[in-house]
């Protein structure tokens, strides 16, 4: 990134899901702003987001300065796999996007299975069954080094059998981001493949449970409105001040939120 520092108004996290459906119990939206404050949850309208709906927020929040998103979603697909959908071997994630959007067109709320049944690009996804004997569970570099530094075992995006499975809804977060971006060329950059303009929003792959580990949550799921309370304390920000439990996808959003706000500024993170 350009700028060592940037500067953002408002920090957001979803937490998203690839499943079935017009709306979404997985899928769950926090914001807060600069300074101590705690996160909030944004209301889904009509009770649950659909991705649509999701897509439909950030779009017109785009408006209210600059934000930094964080999206539970691969942004890209390994490259030992991806890179055979290109002639020369080549290819960027932009590209993958394309490829993924033009497989996809026409199938509603940004789904992304059909690129995954696609005879051009089925063959390198894990659909059913036991592991066949090709799959060799490729990932990507982010993946890889949550491993080595012990961080924990993010799944592959190729593998799409499972409750952890992660790939489809990465497809579609895909789909959501490319057209983002097209929609508002220049006022939103998507992180690390481009540089942000002056006064961009900033859009950032996260893994919520790494911001629950620093604030010493290791494994737990958390729910509890006490609980919340000391994870966002734990990352600088004020009580929710909550009463009621809340699920699981409102937690990672909420705890998201303020991690994204604590570690924006600092450099090393970019």
């Known amino acids: 990134m350009t700028d060592p520092n940037p500067t953002f108004t408002r920090f957001i ?20 702003g600069v300074g101590e404050d705690a996160p909030r949850l944004v209301p889904a309208p009509g009770g649950w ?10 779009r017109g929040g785009l408006e209210d300065g600059p934000a930094l998103v964080g999206i539970d979603c691969a942004f890209s697909l ?11 071997g080549e290819g960027s994630a932009f590209a993958l996007w394309d490829r ?13 299975r ?40 993010p799944q592959s995006p190729f593998k799409l059998i499972g409750a952890k499975q992660v790939g489809l809804g990465g497809l579609s977060g895909m789909r959501l981001l490319r057209r983002l971006r097209l929609e508002a060329p220049g006022r939103v950059a998507v992180w690390p493949f481009e540089e942000p303009a002056a006064g961009a929003s900033v ?14 949550f290791g494994n737990r799921k958390i729910r509890e409105a006490v609980d919340i309370d000391a994870a966002l304390a734990a990352l600088g920000a004020r009580p929710a001040g909550g009463t009621a439990a ?22 090393r993170v970019w």
């Open 78 to 88: 390994p490259f030992a796999v991806a890179s055979s959908y290109f002639p020369d």
């Open 246 to 267: 809340v699920t699981d996808h409102e937690a990672d959003a909420l705890v998201s939120a303020a991690g994204l706000r604590r570690l924006a500024a600092d450099p």
């Open 49 to 58: 987001w659909s991705r649509s709906a999701v897509f439909g927020w950030l």
């Open 100 to 112: 993924v959007e033009s497989a996809c067109a026409g199938h509603p709320d940004f789904a992304g």
């Open 114 to 153: 059909a690129f995954a049944t696609d005879p051009a690009y089925a063959a390198g996804f894990w659909h059913a069954g036991p592991q066949p004997d090709w799959y060799d569970d490729p990932h990507r570099a982010t993946e890889l080094r949550c491993r080595v530094d012990g961080l924990g075992s």
């Open 13 to 32: 996290a979803i937490d998203w899901s690839g499943a079935r459906g017009p709306r979404y119990a997985g899928v769950a939206v926090a914001e807060c």
């Open 203 to 216: 859009v950032v792959e996260i893994y919520p449970r790494l911001f629950l580990r620093r604030a010493g």
